[in-house]
């Protein structure tokens, strides 16, 4: 079973340096910043987050599982923004059926962030995604399906 996610100092700093980045503008891939709703204060909620593409389409994958942003994008209905330097696109998160998730998921963890350079992702996804998951590369499709419970995965749609 794959350790729970707690967001420590380090992944705490490295979110505050990450935001700051990206909305500066600077090229930082496909990572952009959500910003949604807090579901029990309202307020402004940013997190840095890589958006995935596949097929033509963009998707947003909880690898560390259903932590705040999922349950703040799910108490929103999905109405969200993707920030990246001065444009700000309005977004609809639609989160996708389990069966759907697991076929994303796995081409996600597969390929990791696009244009991202092959060893960055080796590395971050050996020591920073692969300790929360209980799959890797060589599962199988129904461990995939399994996961993507836990694990969920949303479709997104510019508003």
């Not at 935001?19 to 503008?25: E, K, L, S, T, W």
């Not at 690898?63 to 696109?89: D, I, P, Q």
């Not at 060589?138 to 749609?157: G, K, W, Y």
């Amino acid at each position: 079973m794959a350790k729970s996610y707690r967001a420590g100092w380090a992944v705490k700093a490295s979110n505050a340096w990450m935001r700051v980045v990206i909305r500066a503008g600077l090229p930082m891939w496909t990572f952009r910043v959500l910003t949604v709703a807090g579901r029990r204060t309202g307020r402004a909620i940013e997190t840095p987050l890589t958006v995935f593409e596949h097929d033509g389409r963009r998707y947003l994958v909880a690898a560390y599982g259903t932590v705040n942003w999922v349950r703040n994008l799910r108490s929103a209905r999905g109405t969200a923004t993707l920030r990246h330097g001065k444009h700000v696109e309005a977004v609809t998160a639609v989160e996708l059926p389990a069966d759907e998730s697991a076929r994303v998921f796995r081409a996600a963890l597969l390929a990791g962030p696009p244009r991202v350079p092959k060893p960055f992702v080796a590395l971050y996804r050996r020591y920073f995604v692969l300790p929360y998951l209980d799959v890797n590369g060589d599962s199988s499709p129904q461990q995939f399906l399994d996961n993507a419970r836990t694990h969920p995965v949303f479709e997104i749609v510019s508003t």
